[in-house]
């Protein structure tokens, strides 16, 4: 009690395993004997290092530790004293989603995708602990796309203020640097929580169109541990918006895209990150698409269950916080006079967490000073919430619309055949 830290507790016969980021930002395993609860007496196991432990599973005599390196899953098997005994091949730079075992098993399958892998399950047998793993392929979402024509890779950037940052550039496969590749760009940084490469259909016929997707692991987020979250909340949360800002700026420079071809793409904290970098840095942005956002920072924590929030953004009753909450609220910062880039505004009524008050009111200001041939649309579902648990025939709506504005103001032509097997 009263901890700045997380703890999560797994049992195996008689000890305790502790997972905790307590004086370890990227966290750190620990045996417990229960008859000796005191810290001193704690073992560690797994030390922190350089990859974020994201958890760890005990499977028979061996323990399986799952890390986040560089914003992609790793798998590695350990004995019980920590030692390592292998690493677990991956397809690709990918995620892993879920991982499952018997605790007296011999064992284990875990789930994996990537931006251009679907959801993928893998068996993985500990029997011949000698021998190198294989995982083999135990279940597969089932695409009527051909993937073997699209890459993703990894990049790092230097940000503003010099820090380097990640980001996954995914799409068709030895495409020139013309500078003229429609691109959008996604981000979300904050509150720990980590961007990481996952599938999604609705990408396909963007990047059979010749599209590049760029995802950006931002400071907020949980990519490299809470010292990374820590430097994007609160009085730090500029460094957010110059993390995506100098992404943006990084893909113009290589000679993706130029702006008139590159959009902007974010939701919920996301949308506030959008939100900033069309009101800061308007001339790199062809389109934006805003979804479910927090746009008035100034009284956001009014509405809804906003005033949990106020331990990532601030409080805007402490006159401090509101110096920085006013800085960069993007409702405050929309002016006369300036070229803005069109924006797809989406919400929904039912939101219990973000209220379309963001959205609405984001909307009317920039109808008021928006160029005529910069659209600025407000798309509001009215039997839907914050996104979780929406109906697929929503889902699919929603991502029609997206997607039709992005081909739209970024210029891009349909194929004349939709990508098949």
């Known amino acids: 009690e009263g901890i700045d830290a997380l703890f999560h507790v797994s049992v195996r016969n008689d000890r305790f395993y502790v997972h905790t980021n307590h004086q370890a930002p990227r966290y750190q395993l620990f045996e417990v004997d229960p008859l000796k609860p005191w810290r001193e007496a704690w073992i560690l196991r797994l030390p922190q290092g350089e990859d974020v432990l994201e958890s760890a599973v005990n499977v028979g005599e061996v323990l399986i530790a799952e890390r986040s390196r560089k914003a992609c899953g790793s798998l590695t098997v350990h004995d019980r004293a920590g030692t390592l005994l292998h690493e677990v091949p991956l397809p690709t730079l990918g995620t892993i989603a879920g991982l499952g075992a018997e605790w007296d098993g011999q064992e284990f399958l875990f789930g994996f995708q990537s931006f251009i892998v679907p959801q993928t399950v893998y068996h993985v047998d500990l029997s011949k602990p000698l021998e190198p793993l294989k995982p083999a392929l135990w279940r597969q979402v089932q695409v009527e796309a051909d993937l073997s024509g699209y890459e993703v890779q990894q990049v790092t950037y230097a940000s503003k203020d010099g820090t380097p940052v990640t980001m996954f550039l995914a799409g068709k496969k030895d495409l020139p640097r013309d500078g003229d590749r429609p691109t959008v760009l996604y981000g979300y940084g904050g509150f720990n929580i980590s961007l990481t490469p996952s599938f999604s259909a609705s990408r396909l016929l963007f990047f059979e169109a010749g599209g590049l997707l760029a995802v950006a692991n931002l400071r907020g987020g949980g990519e490299y541990g809470e010292e990374w979250h820590r430097a994007g909340m609160l009085g730090h949360k500029q460094n957010v918006f110059d993390d995506y800002i100098a992404a943006a700026e990084w893909l113009l420079a290589q000679g993706y895209t130029r702006p008139a071809r590159l959009a902007a793409m974010g939701g919920s904290n ?67 006079g300036v070229d803005y880039p069109a924006v797809l505004l989406v919400t929904a009524e039912s939101d219990t967490r973000v209220d379309a008050l963001h959205a609405r009111k984001m909307a009317a200001r920039l109808q008021a000073v928006a160029r005529p041939d910069r659209p600025v649309l407000l798309r509001l579902e009215t039997r839907a919430g914050h996104g979780a648990g929406k109906p697929l025939n929503k889902v699919k709506e929603e991502l029609t619309d997206v997607w039709s504005f992005l081909f739209w103001q970024l210029g891009i032509e349909f194929p004349a055949q939709a990508p098949t097997r």
């Not at 924590?301 to 609220?329: C, M, Q, T």
């Open 270 to 336: 996301g949308g506030l990150l959008v939100g900033v970098a069309l009101t800061q840095r308007p001339e790199l942005f062809r389109a934006v698409v805003c979804q479910v956002p927090l746009l008035d920072m100034v009284r956001y924590s009014k509405f809804l269950i906003a005033r949990l929030w106020v331990k990532e953004y601030g409080d805007p009753e402490n006159p401090e916080h509101f110096r920085w909450l006013y800085a960069y609220s993007p409702y405050h910062r929309v002016r006369e």
